[in-house]
């Protein structure tokens, strides 16, 4: 027995190096000798390339033959459903490789790997396992010029997102332990992996202008780390035989998430609107820049607030000027903002990328910490048309919602970088990509609103960078007005979005547009660029206005002209599980549509 035990062991210790075409031996614990031989047409994998998209890779299965005609009186377990099941799962994923060469190791320690959701799990636990490594590096960056940043904020940033990420890949494992998996689950577990990816990239466009020795390794740690994310989330959305792709949003297969059976029908027909007013009593800390309340800034608040609490910590802003960069962390969760409105309580700041800073670390207010509200504060970047991207608000945290805020500023105004969000009566302006990024966010009875950009440039209202078709995000406009300011000249050609990664997905329902934006509607990432034209969702429902006419929009086969049953995937129950959330919140919302 003990000669059994070392050759396992060995082999556990030898399996990641072998190739599927070679032969496995796999040893029962119950039994003192088994056997197991492949046959004369041994099975294997091959792959034109490592590329991220299954559709690019060349892969070739066959079977494989087990022997169970063994010298010891105990039969050793038949292993092929097992493979044939991680076959079958692998081959739909990203890196179906990667993925093979991870899950036939779970053979091996499992003792009944017989359902996808066991699957699920190892894929996880080895993602984790990974992102501890690259734990390691971070670190590191930062010491002896191992990493050079040229613009600041670049390994701030990806340290911070990688925190995120193993926060995100952890609460995904807590929440598949469950078999079947409870589907309310399954949509938070696939919001975490959506924004893992989101973070992954991110990280990489900061570290893009960056040098120095340590840099070659840190990209291949983070590019292997995450094809376990990328393999996970594609097969976390086959559990319920649901895959956001474009094919599933032509054929307007609904979301399969579930209503809670606990919504009343009043909630189903319309929402609820819960208006409360400032209440003294209630507030736990105020800042005050003329020095009468607790705090002179902002940040001094968020400082003293408890950190990792489960309850609300509301921070009253009296009015007054606060020129900071105010930044909620990961562990600050469930801070409430509130302000005297939009005219008295502003927060400013004035980063850019031309200034030297990265787009992610460029926000006045940057929001990483879960259950973030706020209400009747301005958010302003005043940096100006000439220092290009300069974000006023960073949202790229779990639950977040504002209510009558304005957001301002020029290109890039708003990062709606990750996760689930909703805007509720604010006011957003901006010029080019003026909402931009990758998060699942509503915005409802918002005024969105073009500003006149530099000589010879466009406007563009979004640029949403949904990257892969396994993620569940997008932005979903309802109820909102889509004008310009007044001194937006005719000649300046506008538009209400373009595709910054290959899925990227937006939709305008029940709006007004008006005659500022171009027929076309809709324009190319670039001139002679067509990323993601035949992929894309793009989505019109119910507008009005003089710029809302479809006639002369644009004619991808990635934009509909949507009906009823198209938007229900779009809005608040569905899109972001609201109802989940935003019951309990001061924002009045609406989780369906009329």
Known sequence: MASSTNNILKLLLLLPALSLSRTWAL???HSSSSCYSSSSSSSTYSSSSSSSSSSSSSTSYS???YSSSCSSSTTSPDYSEYFANIESICKTTPYPEVCLETLKLSISTATSPNNTAYYLHYTLKTAINDSRKLSTLLPNAGISNNII???????????ELHQITLSSLQRSVSQNNDVPINKRKLADARAYLSAALTNKITCLESLDSASGPLKPALLKSINDTFKHVSNSLSILSSQNGQNNSQDDQNNRHLMDVGVPTWISKKLERRTRLLESEYDPSKVLLTVAADGTGNFTTITDAINFAPNNSNDQTEIYVKQGVYEENVVIPSYKLNIFLRGDGTDATIITGNRSVVDGWTTFSSATLAVSGEGFLARDIRIENKAGREKHQAVALRVNADFVALYKCSIIGYEDTLYVHSFR?????CDIRGTIDFIFGNAAVVFQSCDIVSRTPMAGQFTVITAQSRNSPDETTGISFQYCNISAEEDLHSSVKSYLGRPWRMYSRTVYL??????????AGWMQWSNDDNQGLDTLYYG?????GPGSSTVDRVTWSGYHIMDIIDTFNFTVSQFITGVDWLKKSIIPCEFWLN
């Open 540 to 544: 019109e429902y119910d507008n009005e």
């Open 149 to 159: 940043e040229k613009q600041r904020g670049t390994i701030q940033d990806c340290t």
């Open 63 to 65: 079977s494989y033959s």
């Open 27 to 29: 040893y029962s614990s």
């Open 510 to 519: 029940v709006s007004y547009i008006d005659n500022f934006i171009d027929p």
């Open 421 to 425: 969000q909703f805007y509720r009566e």
